[in-house]
């Protein structure tokens, strides 16, 4: 039974910082691309940033280039994602997912399209405040 199960969330001030984990169980974690979404109320879930299976190739939304991080620990089946520089538009519910790539090159890009994506977390809740 895979299980991604997200933590780290919570209610921040306008320009600090939170670190999301989610641990990966159930599943061959280095041959999934990770990838975390958003979706805040009212609002359709939306792309964040994705990191491939082998941590080689990253991909991010505009909207949090340059403010957010993923990285990955393939011992530890867990993938990060590090979030700076946060604004009320950031808040929202965050999921992260995995897209199996087992076969692809070392480079190969993450998916950003929800539906590429086999299993799902429960979600965390990261409220922004201004």
């Known amino acids: 039974q895979v299980q991604l199960v997200e933590s780290g969330g919570g209610l921040v001030q306008a320009g600090g910082s939170l670190r999301l984990s989610c641990v990966a169980s159930?599943?061959?974690?280095?041959?999934?691309?990770m990838g975390w979404f958003r979706q805040a109320p009212g609002k359709e879930r939306e792309f964040v940033g994705a990191?491939?299976?082998?941590?080689?190739?990253?991909y991010y939304t505009d909207s949090v280039k340059g403010r957010f991080t993923i990285s990955r620990d393939n011992v530890k089946n867990t993938v990060y994602l590090q979030m700076n520089s946060l604004k009320p538009e950031d808040t929202a519910v965050y999921y992260c997912?995995?897209?199996?790539?087992?076969?692809?090159?070392?480079?190969?890009?993450?998916?950003?399209?929800?539906?590429?994506?086999?299993?799902w977390g429960q979600g965390t809740q990261v409220t922004v405040s201004s």
């Open positions: 997912a995995a897209d199996n790539q087992f076969g692809r090159a070392y480079d190969y890009t993450p998916s950003r399209t929800l539906n590429d994506y086999d299993y």
């Open positions: 159930g599943l061959t974690f280095r041959t999934y691309a």
């Open positions: 990191i491939n299976w082998s941590g080689r190739s990253t």
